[in-house]
């Protein structure tokens, strides 16, 4: 449905960077793996976490696997509290603390995500949470006309997060 780093979710990612000031951000979508999917990173901003972010990242790397699967989003103040997350290797070894995680939709069904990740405990605002949400929500949109008018792989309609969606 997406390209590697196109210009629409680059400027999605970074507005979401500017806006909640966390770590990094994260969009992706979600590839079948042999136990739980792999997640193919499509927009990043900065290093979100203290090391290079691979381009597949694999289910025990992360927190956004469990919004695919689920089908539901992730919010968590402290990860190393929280029964889901706090023995991952998501904590432990990529050092994420702080997690926000919405996922976006095709008839219903998680295809992606949009991660916002913190290397510190964090409290998170309502606001910062539903810029999330909102951003996954315009992917949702954008992926079913995507879908509909059978556009896989080109690139994003020329959208801003303040303006309406075709």
Do not use: C
Not at 28 to 49: I, K
């Amino acid at each position: 449905m997406f390209d590697f780093a196109d210009p629409k979710l680059m400027r999605f990612a970074q507005q979401l960077h500017d806006e909640i000031l966390p770590s990094g951000v994260v969009i992706f979508r979600a590839r079948a793996g042999e136990v739980a999917p792999n997640l193919e990173v499509l927009a990043n901003t900065s290093h979100p976490v203290d090391r290079k972010l691979d381009t597949l990242l694999v289910p025990r790397l992360t927190i956004g696997h469990l919004v695919i699967e689920m089908n539901h989003e992730l919010i968590i103040d402290d990860t190393l509290s929280h029964p889901l997350v706090k023995d991952s290797d998501a904590v432990t070894e990529m050092g994420i603390m702080a997690y926000i995680g919405v996922p976006y939709r095709l008839n219903g069904q998680a295809v992606g995500g949009v991660s916002v990740v913190h290397q510190h405990r964090r409290q998170w605002a309502s606001e910062h949470i539903q810029a999330v949400r909102d951003v996954a929500r315009q992917l949702d949109i954008i992926v079913a006309d995507r879908h509909a008018r059978g556009l896989v792989g080109a690139a994003l309609p020329d959208v801003s997060m303040d303006s309406p969606l075709p």
